[in-house]
């Protein structure tokens, strides 16, 4: 059985940072792909990072230079740093894995950017 356990949500006020984790367990689990996705209230899930086992990374326009995906693999954790935060950047951000020929997702952590 594959778990995903995320942490580091919080309120900040906009232009802080928060770093989110994601510790991924499960016996034997080959982790192919890592990353983070979001939903805002009354909005679809969207992506806002990825990474590859290879460390090839994939970011949404609206965090590039922003945001930063990293992994540990030795840990088995995916982290992404969040700078200069917006009040847009608020919502509810899921981990993902991709391994064993499908997608496992975390509960979800808060996210919300004051003014």
């Known amino acids: 059985q594959v778990q995903l356990v995320e942490s580091g949500g919080g309120l900040v006020q906009a232009g802080g940072s928060l770093r989110l984790s994601c510790v991924v367990s499960?016996?034997?689990?080959?982790?192919?792909?890592m990353g983070w996705y979001r939903q805002a209230p009354g909005k679809q899930r969207e992506l806002v990072a990825t990474i590859t086992s290879g460390g090839s990374t994939n970011y949404a326009d609206s965090v590039k230079g922003r945001f930063t995906i990293s992994t540990d693999n030795a840990k088995n954790t995916v982290y992404l740093q969040m700078n200069s935060l917006k009040p847009e950047d608020t919502a509810v951000y899921y981990c993902?894995?991709?391994?064993?020929?499908?997608?496992?997702w975390g509960q979800g952590t808060q996210v919300t950017v004051s003014l």
């Open positions: 499960g016996s034997g689990f080959i982790i192919n792909a």
């Open positions: 993902t894995v991709v391994g064993w020929g499908r997608d496992y």
